[in-house]
């Protein structure tokens, strides 16, 4: 029996596989290049975000956050567009470290840099203005960005549930709920069970959508 003269790439399916180019004989696996995506944007963020803690009491590390935002958006809301865990795992890289939008253009392309840029308040601006802003903007935000703020909103919220940010009194944490409240009312009719988790969060507290 002869044996095949044809290289095979890794895989019994790799003969199906798109090629790299015209002198390549490597196939591009599509799974790793998601894979390969994502794991760039984790390690940028980690990179990034690497001095931040979040206020509580624990100072966890701030990437914990978008990680966790983006784990919600798999795991829960049971989003598989890639772009828009990209964006989850950037979307506070612009507002909080001195990451450029240029940069994030640069390193991830126009889509997501743009994706990114929806997600961030202009921290120039006073924080009442600001929180403003974000309950005017929600209803005119892209589908991909709503999605991201409604696990962005969610995360925050179960966050200050379970352990607030030193010296947040009860009063901040209750008008905190009251102000998400009104920006996910601009985001609804996205996401099934973002939006019921997040309704039984604002039920618990008296409010209602
Ligand atoms: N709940 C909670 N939030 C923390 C903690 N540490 C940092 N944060 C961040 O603080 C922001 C909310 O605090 P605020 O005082 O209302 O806002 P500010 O920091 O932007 O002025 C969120 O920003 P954001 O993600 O940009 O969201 P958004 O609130 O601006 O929509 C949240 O991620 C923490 O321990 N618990
Ligand atoms: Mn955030």
Redesign the pocket.
Known sequence: MSLPTRKLGRGSQSQNMPMTGERSSQPVDPAAKVCKEIVRCVNFAAIKHKDQR???EAQ?P?VN?VIGVAYILTSEAGVSDVSVIQAALLH?TV??TNTSFYELQAEFGEDIANLVKELT?DKSLP?EE??KL?VIHAPKSSYRAKLVKLA??LY??R??RR???VGWSKERIQE?FQW?AQ?VSGLRGTNKQMEESLCDLFSERGITL
């Open positions: 979040r206020k509580d966890s701030y956050h506070d507002e909080d308040d924080a600001r929180k974000q962005d909103k925050n919220l966050d200050l352990s607030p940010p905190y998400a920006v």
